[in-house]
């Protein structure tokens, strides 16, 4: 089975930093993405970043400059480092996987749990 583990989620004050890290683990063949998504109490869950098994990203416009999607050298996690943290920010954040078993299999996809972030003016 495949496993998703997400940390790094907490309280912080608007201009601070937080760094999520999401790192998967089980029969992977191959990863075709990794990415946050997030939740804000009353909202529709939208997509924050990602980023693909060539390293292509993609952000919302409400968070580029301020934050920086990545893998580690052996793919199997992913960061999101926030910085310039902004109210607007606060929500569960969602790490998904998009993943393949096997060689030429079906894309899967994974969700977290999700981690809170919260940032206070």
């Known amino acids: 089975q495949v496993h998703l583990v997400e940390s790094g989620g907490g309280l912080v004050q608007a201009g601070g930093s937080l760094r999520l890290s999401c790192e998967a683990s089980?029969?992977?063949?191959?990863?075709?993405?990794m990415g946050w998504y997030r939740q804000a109490p009353g909202k529709q869950r939208d997509l924050v970043a990602v980023?693909?098994?060539?390293?292509?990203?993609n952000y919302a416009d409400s968070v580029k400059g301020r934050f920086t999607i990545s893998r580690d050298n052996a793919e199997n996690t992913v960061h999101l480092q926030m910085n310039s943290l902004k109210p607007e920010d606060t929500g569960v954040y969602y790490c998904?996987?998009?993943?393949?078993?096997?060689?030429?299999?079906?894309?899967?996809?994974?969700w977290g749990q999700g981690t809170q972030v919260t940032v206070s003016s």
């Open positions: 998904n996987l998009g993943y393949r078993s096997w060689y030429g299999g079906p894309r899967t996809d994974l």
């Open positions: 089980g029969s992977i063949s191959r990863i075709d993405t």
């Open positions: 980023i693909t098994s060539g390293g292509n990203t």
